[in-house]
């Protein structure tokens, strides 16, 4: 029963792990058996080929029984070298998931590159490709260190028919876009990966894309779209006692709720909470995320800060960067400044796409607070520069009104009342609706131009702004910006933050101290290192000092 779960098919899948679901008290005493009896070989087959289970939301479970044989010395000379290699290899991507460990946490990678030579040296080649996923799948959020160990898997997968690791691959392939921020991508890759997952009756990766394919949708802007699917795919997964994917789906409907003004979406994050307690980690985070995020959306600042003393990501570097930019302006609204800018800029070093669009957009806000209005108009002028290049138009109101206040207190009186009024038409387009928490702010700058202007002018040039389409209304917000351009290669591309890490290993200092020195975590340290790498086309330490030696002469 165990090993029919590595080979799905297209009519019985799920009810194969509903079956093992049923039987788990009996495998778990035929692993207890067999490793009592001296069969380790045996127990660790099982252990392997229930992944598919442990996968669901037993990941520790899973864990518990590779661990208890794979941690004792000695044991690894009793079992044949692809059987130990495979148990490793599971093991791994079974740490990899989020609710386990920290996302490429380096005893991950090193476990992982240790299974992968064990299965280079057994020749089996079912057990080399599971080890290259576990080595894709170790290198957590850098999907370009992930790529070649999947590329190779990829191409044994296929060659032996193995479809069921294809699906995997798939699917954290998913992960790695959503990790980007690009929603194009991201839904096509999910509907790709959704389709092996449906052909094989993969029902758990098919639900994941989905909803993947619904956080697409959202960031473009069709928060009301994605809804009725995110709920379909809820309730499927409480069906399938599906814990993992039933956060998720929460987690995404709460989302959507918050930017369409729905008070349910408060109702909602507290049972994405309650369901993530079981799995903690990054399910929990989620979980915290759409509270704050629901409590922004209703303007309650005592929920914000409960929400902020329970979720607390100071010590928690690896989790969910992008939420960082929710607890930056959770600081925000309780007044602490300095907090609010050490997460914000923390946001923006360590995200792209949507994620960038949505640290800058707060990090403009913390600028505003702190009176430094050039600052803060760069961030926006950037938040709308990146939603433009990635497609994704969730927020732009948001930018566009942060612009318009912006704007007004430079005395660009009619700029202002026409930005605020695009804004208004591109909220009324989409049904996005502006956190609760920002509307006090709002009302007020509106307000103050109403006085400056008079009634009819401000009705006018509102009316201006209201009737351009989006691009024109972007095209005029970012008027008089070109020249301000930054280049996609070359040292002139690298942003300030870059500049910052470039000086720092200059001067010799590792990614760990560099991480500290900016009050970042490594994992932002090395992702920005990879940014750098490639808009310098280096690939060493050695090959960035020499060309920042070039420019600094």
Sequence with gaps: MAAGLNVPAST?????????????????????????????????????????????????????WLESILEREGDNHLVPAGVWARALAEKVILKAWPATSPMGAPDIVAQAHHALALARDAGDCAVLARALVACGCGSGCDTEAAQPYFAEAIELARAINDEWTLSQIDYWQVVGIFISGQPIPLRAAAEQARELADSIGNRFVSRQCRLFACLAQIWEGDANGALALSRDVTAEAEVANDVVTKVLGLYVEAMALSYIGDSAARTIAGAALEAATELGGIYQDLGYGAITRAALAAGDVAAIE???????????????????????????????????????????????????MMALIARARVAIAQDELGKARDDA????????????????????ELLAGLAGEAGNHGQAVRLFGAAAAQRQRTGE????????????????????????????????????????AIAYAQRGRGERKRPSNGWDALTPAEHKIVK??????VTKDIAARLFVSPRTVQTHLTHIYTKLDVTSRVQLVQEAAQHST
């Design 433 to 472: 609706v502006r956190h609760k928490i920002w509307d006090a702010g709002y009302e007020a700058a509106t307000a103050a131009l109403r006085d400056a202007m008079g009634d009819e002018d401000f009705t006018a040039a509102w009316a201006e702004g209201a009737a351009a389409p989006l691009d024109e």
């Design 306 to 356: 409960a929400s902020e003393a329970s979720w607390d990501l100071r010590n928690q570097h690896n989790v969910v960067t992008a939420h960082h930019e929710l607890m930056a302006q959770a600081a925000l609204v309780r007044g602490d400044v300095t907090t609010a800018r050490r997460f914000a800029d923390e946001a923006v070093l360590a995200s792209t796409g949507w994620h960038l």
């Design 504 to 509: 720092l290993v200059t001067e010799g200092l």
């Design 12 to 64: 019985d899948y799920e009810q194969r792990l509903l079956q093992a679901e049923a039987e788990i008290d009996n495998l778990r005493a035929a692993f207890t058996w067999s490793r009592g009896n001296g069969d380790i070989a045996a127990a660790l087959q099982l252990a392997s080929a229930l992944q598919p289970l442990w996968s669901q939301g037993r990941m520790r479970e899973g864990l518990a």
């Design 381 to 400: 002028h950037a938040a709308v520069a990146c939603g433009v290049g990635v497609q994704t138009y969730l927020a732009m109101p948001d930018a566009l």
